[in-house]
């Protein structure tokens, strides 16, 4: 199993561009989520997915948006990005909803917005 | 709203000294608490978790944790630490369908 497969590593974007950051479990999971990851500030959630067809906000919504058409992918899309959003971005998964599954990370797409 | 807090920013110990990383969360019922390790450039690894049930719970790497209803906290401990263990430390909190992470205990370990 490959687990969870985050594309791409790095990232540089210009101001105002757009782009998707892509996320693939092959685990079956039923729930899938994206973090940013901030020096000094932890792992704060953006978005999460219960279910195919089903996604919610999380801490950090603005900016971003998702999507969940099929149980193995979960893109994140910066609509216009901002250098506010320079950050480390990590997807992660678990088993079921409801928080008594852990959670299985990816390995990050560093993202540089200038 | 739900919180978690981990004091200590960084912890130097000399290899071979005893461990312990703090954390605390806020929370009405008892969640379910996690803790993960992070190195350089990689994504967080589940160290353990906790559930229900016995409250002190045995992780991988030797690694145990104590959670402690009366302090609600769930602290992070190792008899002997390595200088493989040289990492970032994270507290995690899930209720509902969120989960909320400290903002982390950076370890150096001194040879």
């Known amino acids: 199993n490959a687990g969870v497969t985050q594309t791409p590593k790095f990232q540089v974007l210009k101001t105002g561009q757009s782009m998707t950051l892509q996320c693939a479990q092959d685990m079956n999971h039923e729930y899938m989520s994206w973090y940013r990851q901030d020096p000094g500030m932890g792992l704060r959630l953006i978005h999460y997915s219960v279910g195919a067809g089903i996604t919610d906000q999380g801490e950090v919504p603005n900016g971003y948006n998702v999507s969940r058409s099929t149980t193995e992918d979960f893109p994140l899309r910066l609509l216009s990005a901002a250098p506010s959003q320079t950050s480390v971005y990590f997807c992660?998964?678990?088993?079921?909803?409801?928080?008594?599954?852990?959670?299985?990370f990816g390995n990050g797409t560093r993202l540089t917005v200038t | 709203a739900q919180s978690v807090t981990q004091p200590d920013i960084h912890i130097t110990v000399s290899e071979g000294a005893s461990l312990e990383l703090r954390c605390n969360y806020s929370y009405g019922a008892t969640p379910y608490l996690f803790w993960y390790v992070q190195s350089p450039g990689q994504g967080l690894q589940l160290l353990l978790k906790?559930?229900?049930?016995?409250?002190l719970v045995q992780g991988i790497k030797g690694f145990e944790a104590e959670f402690k209803r009366s302090q609600s906290s769930f602290n992070l401990r190792k008899p002997s630490v390595h200088w493989s263990d040289a990492a970032e430390y994270f507290c995690?909190?899930?209720?509902?369908?969120?989960?909320?992470f400290g903002t982390g205990t950076s370890l150096t370990v001194i040879p």
């Open positions: 906790y559930f229900s049930g016995d409250t």
């Open positions: 995690a909190v899930a209720t509902g369908n969120q989960f909320y």
């Open positions: 992660a998964s678990s088993y079921q909803r409801g928080g008594n599954s852990p959670l299985h």
